[in-house]
Antibody, heavy 123, light 109 residues
Framework: QLQLQESGPGLVKPSETLSLTCTVS??????????WGWIRQSPGKGLEWIAS???????YYNPSLASRVSISIDTSRNQFSLRLNSVTAADTTMYYC???????????????WGRGTLVTVSS | EVVLTQSPATLSLSPGERATLSCRAS??????LAWYQQKPGQPPRLLIY???NRATGIPARFSGSGSGTDFTLTISSLEPEDFAVYYC???????????FGPGTTVDIK
């Protein structure tokens, strides 16, 4: 059974870099047909897609965050990671990692999600 | 950016009733639209993809329709576990971009 688990510090200081890792179990992250992505959710802004990466490292970013975001994948560890630079209080929210389909579908739906990790930006 | 609008914001219904939720896109997204259900303290759960295809394990009472800019999620007969928030999500362009709607809350009348 596929499982995704987010990990990383729950507290980050303003202007610093937020780093999160998603560990995938139950399937190989190297298998094609899927992207691996990050989504965040706040009461004020709802669900916001941040970035997605393919097993070969090709990445796609939300244009509104692209200047501050980097996503990477480590197939040897079955993990993918997110880095968000220059964080502010506005980046305080729940962060989810998720798998989404990339073949035989046009909507590229997010079919498996982690339980999420709450990140607070505060000094 | 494609903006998704969902209506109504809140739908108050009783178990056994039919729920009809709407999602409208600011520009055409073909059938590249998915629906999710979210309960408190849980991540979203995929219900429908490509406008009308049920995801694995989703009961038949959930159905989706639409194309272009107007989409509908229908729950034919509400079960107690269906009271939740529902979101739509679209994929557009290349490289792909994804946006979500603001959600519709289905609560017990």
């Amino acid at each position: 059974q596929l499982q995704l688990q987010e990990s990383g510090p729950g507290l980050v200081k303003p202007s610093e870099t937020l780093s999160l890792t998603c560990t995938v179990s139950g399937d190989s992250i190297s298998r094609g047909n899927y992207y691996w992505g990050w989504i965040r959710q706040s009461p004020g802004k709802g669900l916001e897609w941040i970035a997605s990466v393919y097993y070969n490292g090709i990445a796609y970013y939300n244009p509104s965050l692209a200047s501050r975001v980097s996503i990477s994948i480590d197939t040897s560890r079955n993990q993918f990671s997110l880095r968000l630079n220059s964080v502010t209080a506005a980046d305080t929210t729940m962060y989810y990692c998720a798998r989404h389909l990339s073949t035989y579908t046009g909507s590229y739906p997010f079919d498996h999600w982690g339980r999420g990790t709450l990140v607070t930006v505060s000094s | 950016e494609v903006v998704l609008t969902q209506s109504p914001a809140t739908l108050s219904l009783s178990p056994g009733e039919r729920a009809t939720l709407s999602c409208r896109a600011s520009q055409t997204v073909s059938t590249y639209l998915a629906w999710y259900q979210q309960k408190p303290g849980q991540p979203p759960r995929l219900l429908i993809y490509d406008a009308s295809n049920r995801a694995t394990g989703i009961p038949a009472r959930f159905s989706g329709s639409g194309s272009g800019t107007d989409f509908t999620l229908t729950i034919s007969s509400l079960e107690p576990e269906d009271f939740a928030v529902y979101y739509c999500q679209q994929r557009s362009g290349w490289p792909p971009r994804f946006t979500f709607g603001p959600g519709t809350t289905v609560d017990i009348k």
